[in-house]
């Protein structure tokens, strides 16, 4: 309750009166109209349950005097004598003019005469054991069936057994010839005449499904969309069906009767649309009204709300002033005070603190004077030319190259390729310093060349590197890798080397306190203070194992910017 208590507190004045409208005129109709839909829903539910019920019973009905009507074939063919002493004839003797005779004279007449009289039979045929000659497909050997699936069912009882597969229906079951002998009666009606009972009544957007044992053997529907069929293992697991089942007598065969419960609802749509949009106007209407009154009442705040906004983004050339003398106007003309006040102390504080940094940089840039200082160096080299002396010469060069690169004729931003090349020269230097004691790997990406960098900013992590790193080891050979490559349309420069490393707390101590010199924090502040808190250094190191740099900034041409 204090949440929503809070919430409502949070919101603006109309938020309120528009929050108050919805709480106590829309929602309460939105929930009568869901309730009541749900209602009707159900009684239309109910009623198309019973509906189904019916069409079920009539349905079972008819199928049960079908399969009556031949299981009534089945006792009259398996008790009939005449066809069991022609069996057993077809067995025993050996004459087979008789045996033809015997299905001639006998076995034709009555086959023929019951074909006559049901022909929607489309096959009655003896699996006979022993049977010395087959007739048609009348009499046929008994081993033909011992392979089929229904076999282990039919041989376990005398009952009869009602089978359904690819659109066949047929009726088999056992008959005693002898004491000791026993054959299988099969009987096939035509699939479709016997099914024709059953989708002539079917409704419109039905569906049935002819189940054996709890597993669909076959189904048929009405439904105008295809989309809607479904199988019976489907329907008794879902809350989207209205299902009926009900088991044939004597036949192991249910019948399973479904529709979408969608569609016996759909009929509610019209009505409850029509409904919807009448209240829908009626609360749009008032909901305008609403909006009016409270824009009368309120115009002034939400304009002085505004501003606020366009303030607290770091907007402070904006213009507000009321002449009116109730609380909004004496709150209008107050916040435009306070924001003049603190547009003249980011003037003189906040800006000039950002640009501090940049001084600091320059003047030491401009504390050399690059003209005497190239001439001086390219003098010392030409004397040690002179004298034959090449370290010097080499010295000299990288000296210069160092510089000029650092200088970077007083620009602050400078390629990638310039940067690179002043650590280079940078650690040529330091190489000759320490008679190359360690080794230094540069990799970078050339696609990277034409990218901007701020100046000297690689030179303060190499220096790092080689004084709190590379000069402690004492069991190992130094290695400095400089590594660069872009992603995302962000640029990574990376200063690694295998020193003694450092704690997680002098990294912290690092990056948040402004050291002696041109260090890494002032790196990491130049990086942000140009491009964004998003940017800047990161540090991670293991104690004596080394340290790994990564400089972070935004990825963008160099254009060249006289400063």
Known sequence: MKMIKHIFNDLSLRGKLVASYIIIGIAPLLVMGFLAYQQISNMLIVQESENMESYLIQAKLTLENEINVYDNLSNYLSYNNEIKNVIEISQTNDDKYQIYTQYRDILDPTISSILYFHDDLEAITYYVPNLKVDYANTLVSFQTATDQFWYDEVMSDSNIHWFIQDQTIFSIRKVYIQSDMTAILYIQPNFNDLMATLTSSLPDNYGVNISKN?????????????????????????????????????????????????????????????????????????????????????????????????????????????????????????????????????????????????????????????????????????????????????????????????????????????????????????????????????????????????????????????????????????????????????????IEDNGVGMTQDTIDTILTTNSKGYGVFNVHERIKLFYGNDYGVHMESIVNQGTFITVIFPARKFQLKEQ
Do not use: W
Request: glycine fraction near 4%; proline fraction near 2%.
């Open 214 to 494: 709890g597993e669909q053997v076959y189904g048929f529907d009405s439904f105008s969309n295809p989309d809607m069929i479904s199988t019976v293992d489907n329907i008794q697991n879902s809350s989207d069906y209205i299902y009926q089942s009900s088991e044939v007598s004597n036949s192991n065969i249910s019948l399973n009767v479904y529709r979408p419960k969608s569609l016996a609802v759909n009929n509610l749509n019209p009505i409850f649309a029509s409904i919807g949009s009448t209240v829908a106007i009626v609360a749009i209407a008032t909901m305008l009204a609403l909006f009016l009154i409270s824009r009368y009442i309120v115009n002034r705040i939400n304009v002085l709300a505004d501003y606020m906004q366009k303030v607290e983004k770091g907007n402070f050339n904006i213009s507000l002033s009321s002449d009116s003398k109730d609380e909004i106007g004496e709150l209008i003309r107050g916040f435009s005070q306070m924001t003049g006040r603190i547009k003249r102390l980011i003037d003189d504080l906040y800006i000039s603190k950002i640009n501090q940094k940049e001084y600091e940089l320059r003047a030491l840039q401009q504390q050399i004077n690059p003209h005497f200082l190239y001439n001086t160096l390219s003098m010392i080299n030409f004397k040690a030319i002179q004298a034959n002396n090449p370290d010097i010469s080499r010295i000299t060069l990288s000296l210069a190259a160092f510089y000029r690169t650092a200088l970077n004729r007083g620009n602050n931003i400078c390629t990638i390729a310039s940067e690179l090349a002043n650590i280079r020269a940078y650690i040529d230097l330091e190489l000759m310093m320490h008679d190359h004691s360690f080794d230094v790997v540069i990799e970078v990406d050339d696609n990277l060349n034409d990218y901007e960098t701020l100046n000297l900013i690689l030179q303060p992590l190499i220096e790092n590197a080689i004084n709190h790193g590379i000069d402690l080891l004492e069991d190992k050979r130094g290695l400095i890798r400089v590594l660069g490559t872009m992603a995302d349309g962000i640029v990574y420069l990376i």
